[in-house]
Protein backbone atom coordinates (compact mmCIF):
# COMPACT_ATOMS: atom_id res chain seq x y z
CA UNK A 1 0.00 0.00 0.00
CA UNK A 2 2.84 2.05 0.81
CA UNK A 3 4.72 1.70 -2.59
CA UNK A 4 1.34 2.36 -4.23
CA UNK A 5 1.05 5.64 -2.70
CA UNK A 6 4.74 7.08 -3.16
CA UNK A 7 4.09 5.87 -7.01
CA UNK A 8 0.96 7.79 -7.74
CA UNK A 9 1.37 10.87 -5.17
CA UNK A 10 5.24 11.35 -6.91
CA UNK A 11 5.43 9.49 -9.85
CA UNK A 12 1.57 10.15 -11.80
CA UNK A 13 1.32 12.06 -14.36
CA UNK A 14 0.22 15.99 -13.73
CA UNK A 15 -3.59 16.62 -14.46
CA UNK A 16 -5.58 19.71 -14.51
CA UNK A 17 -8.17 20.40 -12.24
CA UNK A 18 -11.16 19.72 -13.64
CA UNK A 19 -13.48 20.15 -11.06
CA UNK A 20 -14.68 23.34 -11.28
CA UNK A 21 -16.47 23.35 -7.50
CA UNK A 22 -13.90 22.90 -5.09
CA UNK A 23 -11.72 25.81 -5.23
CA UNK A 24 -13.41 28.95 -4.30
CA UNK A 25 -10.46 31.25 -3.99
CA UNK A 26 -9.58 30.39 -7.99
CA UNK A 27 -13.10 32.16 -9.01
CA UNK A 28 -12.15 35.23 -6.58
CA UNK A 29 -8.62 34.88 -8.53
CA UNK A 30 -9.92 35.05 -12.10
CA UNK A 31 -12.56 38.20 -11.02
CA UNK A 32 -9.75 40.08 -9.98
CA UNK A 33 -8.29 39.54 -13.29
CA UNK A 34 -10.77 40.10 -15.50
CA UNK A 35 -11.76 43.18 -13.23
CA UNK A 36 -7.72 44.48 -13.39
CA UNK A 37 -8.33 44.61 -17.24
CA UNK A 38 -11.57 46.53 -16.79
CA UNK A 39 -9.39 48.79 -14.72
CA UNK A 40 -6.28 49.16 -17.36
CA UNK A 41 -9.02 50.05 -19.62
CA UNK A 42 -10.61 53.00 -17.60
CA UNK A 43 -6.68 54.42 -16.67
CA UNK A 44 -5.90 54.35 -20.53
CA UNK A 45 -8.76 56.39 -21.08
CA UNK A 46 -7.75 58.89 -18.34
CA UNK A 47 -3.57 58.65 -18.49
CA UNK A 48 -3.59 57.97 -22.55
CA UNK A 49 -6.70 59.81 -23.78
CA UNK A 50 -8.09 62.80 -22.03
CA UNK A 51 -4.47 63.67 -19.54
CA UNK A 52 -1.53 62.20 -22.29
CA UNK A 53 -3.27 62.92 -25.21
CA UNK A 54 -1.79 59.45 -26.69
CA UNK A 55 -5.15 59.29 -28.51
CA UNK A 56 -6.61 60.85 -30.25
CA UNK A 57 -2.94 62.05 -30.99
CA UNK A 58 -1.84 65.47 -30.40
CA UNK A 59 1.31 65.08 -32.08
CA UNK A 60 2.00 63.68 -35.49
CA UNK A 61 4.17 61.96 -37.56
CA UNK A 62 4.80 64.56 -39.86
CA UNK A 63 5.22 67.46 -38.18
CA UNK A 64 8.59 69.29 -37.41
CA UNK A 65 11.06 68.68 -34.88
CA UNK A 66 10.53 71.55 -33.24
CA UNK A 67 6.29 71.56 -33.78
CA UNK A 68 6.59 68.22 -31.39
CA UNK A 69 8.87 70.51 -28.76
CA UNK A 70 6.08 73.34 -28.96
CA UNK A 71 3.58 71.22 -28.29
CA UNK A 72 5.20 68.97 -25.75
CA UNK A 73 6.18 72.02 -24.04
CA UNK A 74 2.23 73.20 -24.07
CA UNK A 75 1.20 70.39 -22.57
CA UNK A 76 4.29 69.20 -20.29
CA UNK A 77 2.75 68.73 -16.95
CA UNK A 78 -0.53 67.19 -18.50
CA UNK A 79 1.85 64.20 -20.32
CA UNK A 80 3.71 63.67 -17.00
CA UNK A 81 0.85 63.04 -15.23
CA UNK A 82 -0.77 60.91 -17.86
CA UNK A 83 2.33 58.92 -18.59
CA UNK A 84 2.02 58.13 -14.60
CA UNK A 85 -1.43 56.80 -15.08
CA UNK A 86 -0.53 54.94 -18.43
CA UNK A 87 1.80 52.72 -16.56
CA UNK A 88 -0.04 51.85 -13.79
CA UNK A 89 -2.94 50.78 -16.64
CA UNK A 90 -0.35 49.04 -18.31
CA UNK A 91 1.12 47.15 -15.66
CA UNK A 92 -2.38 45.54 -15.26
CA UNK A 93 -1.74 43.76 -18.29
CA UNK A 94 0.15 41.16 -16.14
CA UNK A 95 -2.91 39.90 -14.29
CA UNK A 96 -5.51 40.06 -17.07
CA UNK A 97 -3.01 37.87 -18.72
CA UNK A 98 -2.98 35.62 -16.20
CA UNK A 99 -6.29 34.86 -16.00
CA UNK A 100 -6.64 33.85 -19.28
CA UNK A 101 -3.98 31.68 -19.37
CA UNK A 102 -5.15 30.26 -15.90
CA UNK A 103 -8.59 29.54 -17.41
CA UNK A 104 -6.53 27.83 -20.38
CA UNK A 105 -4.53 26.07 -17.69
CA UNK A 106 -7.67 24.51 -16.19
CA UNK A 107 -9.20 22.62 -19.96
CA UNK A 108 -5.46 21.35 -20.36
CA UNK A 109 -3.89 17.72 -19.77
CA UNK A 110 -0.34 19.47 -20.35
CA UNK A 111 0.38 23.07 -19.91
CA UNK A 112 1.70 24.12 -23.32
CA UNK A 113 -0.67 27.22 -24.75
CA UNK A 114 -0.83 28.36 -20.47
CA UNK A 115 2.76 28.96 -20.50
CA UNK A 116 3.44 29.94 -24.06
CA UNK A 117 0.30 32.41 -23.40
CA UNK A 118 2.20 33.87 -20.12
CA UNK A 119 5.00 34.34 -22.38
CA UNK A 120 3.41 36.79 -24.16
CA UNK A 121 1.96 38.01 -21.27
CA UNK A 122 5.39 38.91 -20.22
CA UNK A 123 6.24 40.61 -23.16
CA UNK A 124 3.27 42.46 -23.78
CA UNK A 125 3.34 44.18 -20.49
CA UNK A 126 7.09 44.98 -21.01
CA UNK A 127 6.17 46.51 -24.28
CA UNK A 128 3.02 48.34 -23.14
CA UNK A 129 5.06 49.71 -19.63
CA UNK A 130 8.30 50.88 -22.58
CA UNK A 131 4.83 53.03 -24.74
CA UNK A 132 4.62 54.77 -21.10
CA UNK A 133 8.32 55.25 -20.24
CA UNK A 134 9.18 56.67 -23.88
CA UNK A 135 6.05 58.80 -23.25
CA UNK A 136 7.58 60.38 -20.06
CA UNK A 137 11.01 60.80 -21.19
CA UNK A 138 9.60 62.65 -24.39
CA UNK A 139 8.33 65.32 -21.66
CA UNK A 140 11.06 64.89 -19.00
CA UNK A 141 12.77 68.08 -20.25
CA UNK A 142 11.95 69.04 -23.58
CA UNK A 143 13.50 72.32 -23.55
CA UNK A 144 16.76 70.89 -22.83
CA UNK A 145 16.46 67.65 -25.23
CA UNK A 146 17.74 68.07 -28.95
CA UNK A 147 14.48 68.61 -31.49
CA UNK A 148 15.07 65.22 -32.99
CA UNK A 149 15.46 63.94 -29.22
CA UNK A 150 11.90 64.97 -28.74
CA UNK A 151 10.66 63.70 -32.17
CA UNK A 152 12.40 60.20 -31.31
CA UNK A 153 10.96 59.83 -28.00
CA UNK A 154 7.45 60.05 -29.85
CA UNK A 155 8.33 57.83 -32.61
CA UNK A 156 9.00 55.32 -29.83
CA UNK A 157 5.87 55.31 -28.07
CA UNK A 158 3.77 54.80 -31.12
CA UNK A 159 6.13 52.03 -32.66
CA UNK A 160 6.31 50.41 -29.84
CA UNK A 161 2.00 50.48 -29.22
CA UNK A 162 1.22 49.76 -33.15
CA UNK A 163 4.52 48.40 -34.68
CA UNK A 164 4.87 45.25 -32.30
CA UNK A 165 1.82 43.35 -33.71
CA UNK A 166 4.08 39.80 -33.53
CA UNK A 167 3.84 40.32 -29.76
CA UNK A 168 0.09 40.95 -29.11
CA UNK A 169 -1.04 39.03 -32.57
CA UNK A 170 1.22 36.00 -31.16
CA UNK A 171 -0.85 36.45 -27.33
CA UNK A 172 -3.65 36.38 -29.20
CA UNK A 173 -3.11 33.34 -31.58
CA UNK A 174 -2.14 31.38 -28.39
CA UNK A 175 -5.78 32.26 -26.55
CA UNK A 176 -7.17 31.19 -29.49
CA UNK A 177 -5.96 27.61 -31.04
CA UNK A 178 -6.95 25.74 -27.36
CA UNK A 179 -9.79 26.78 -27.59
CA UNK A 180 -10.36 26.13 -31.87
CA UNK A 181 -8.43 23.23 -30.93
CA UNK A 182 -9.79 21.19 -27.94
CA UNK A 183 -12.35 18.87 -28.44
CA UNK A 184 -16.28 19.59 -28.41
CA UNK A 185 -17.38 20.78 -24.65
CA UNK A 186 -13.60 21.15 -23.25
CA UNK A 187 -13.29 24.30 -24.51
CA UNK A 188 -11.68 27.00 -21.78
CA UNK A 189 -13.71 29.36 -23.79
CA UNK A 190 -16.80 29.20 -25.96
CA UNK A 191 -15.59 28.95 -29.77
CA UNK A 192 -16.80 32.65 -30.41
CA UNK A 193 -14.11 33.68 -28.55
CA UNK A 194 -11.29 31.82 -30.61
CA UNK A 195 -12.38 33.62 -33.49
CA UNK A 196 -12.66 36.94 -31.77
CA UNK A 197 -8.81 36.52 -30.95
CA UNK A 198 -8.24 35.67 -34.67
CA UNK A 199 -9.73 38.83 -35.63
CA UNK A 200 -7.74 40.98 -33.48
CA UNK A 201 -5.11 39.88 -35.05
CA UNK A 202 -5.94 40.79 -38.33
CA UNK A 203 -6.94 44.32 -36.62
CA UNK A 204 -3.78 44.40 -35.38
CA UNK A 205 -1.89 44.16 -38.55
CA UNK A 206 -2.24 47.84 -39.84
CA UNK A 207 -0.04 48.64 -37.51
CA UNK A 208 3.21 47.21 -39.16
CA UNK A 209 2.94 50.13 -41.95
CA UNK A 210 3.84 52.73 -39.88
CA UNK A 211 7.38 52.20 -40.91
CA UNK A 212 7.17 52.71 -44.39
CA UNK A 213 4.43 56.54 -43.84
CA UNK A 214 4.92 59.44 -42.08
CA UNK A 215 1.56 60.92 -43.42
CA UNK A 216 -1.68 59.78 -44.00
CA UNK A 217 -4.19 57.19 -42.91
CA UNK A 218 -1.05 54.48 -42.62
CA UNK A 219 0.97 56.64 -40.71
CA UNK A 220 1.19 56.48 -37.23
CA UNK A 221 -1.15 59.37 -36.16
CA UNK A 222 -3.68 57.80 -38.90
CA UNK A 223 -6.52 56.12 -38.52
CA UNK A 224 -5.69 52.75 -40.22
CA UNK A 225 -2.29 52.01 -38.47
CA UNK A 226 -3.39 53.83 -35.43
CA UNK A 227 -6.79 54.15 -34.52
CA UNK A 228 -8.01 50.45 -35.95
CA UNK A 229 -5.39 48.86 -33.56
CA UNK A 230 -5.92 50.57 -30.75
CA UNK A 231 -9.71 50.38 -31.08
CA UNK A 232 -9.08 46.74 -31.69
CA UNK A 233 -7.60 46.04 -28.82
CA UNK A 234 -9.00 47.66 -25.72
CA UNK A 235 -12.47 45.79 -27.36
CA UNK A 236 -10.40 42.48 -27.21
CA UNK A 237 -9.02 43.33 -23.78
CA UNK A 238 -13.06 44.15 -23.01
CA UNK A 239 -13.94 40.99 -24.42
CA UNK A 240 -12.08 38.83 -23.00
CA UNK A 241 -12.49 40.21 -19.71
CA UNK A 242 -16.10 39.54 -20.13
CA UNK A 243 -15.44 36.25 -21.03
CA UNK A 244 -13.78 35.38 -18.08
CA UNK A 245 -16.40 36.44 -15.75
CA UNK A 246 -18.99 34.24 -17.47
CA UNK A 247 -16.45 31.32 -17.10
CA UNK A 248 -16.07 32.24 -13.23
CA UNK A 249 -20.36 32.44 -13.64
CA UNK A 250 -20.90 29.34 -14.74
CA UNK A 251 -18.60 27.43 -12.02
CA UNK A 252 -20.54 29.51 -9.40
CA UNK A 253 -23.92 27.75 -11.30
CA UNK A 254 -22.41 24.47 -11.06
CA UNK A 255 -21.66 24.40 -7.12
CA UNK A 256 -24.73 25.64 -6.60
CA UNK A 257 -26.02 22.68 -8.28
Not at 60 to 66: G, I, K, T, Y
Not at 150 to 169: C, H, I, K, R
Request: aromatic share 16%; glycine share 6%; proline share 6%.
Amino acid sequence: MMREFVRTAFFSKETPVTDKSVDPLFRKSIVFCAWSGFAAIALFVIGGVILGEMLPPLLRANDSPEEFVRKVTEHQLSIQIGSVILMLSFALFGPFGAGIAALTRRAEKSPVFSYVQLVFTACGTMVALLVAFAWALMSFRPDVYHPTMVQMFADLAYFLAVFSVPVFGGWCVVIALPILLAEEGHECFPRWVGYVNLWAVLLFAPGQLVLFFKDGPFSWHGIVALWIPFVAFFLWILIMCMSMLKAVKQDGQVTQA
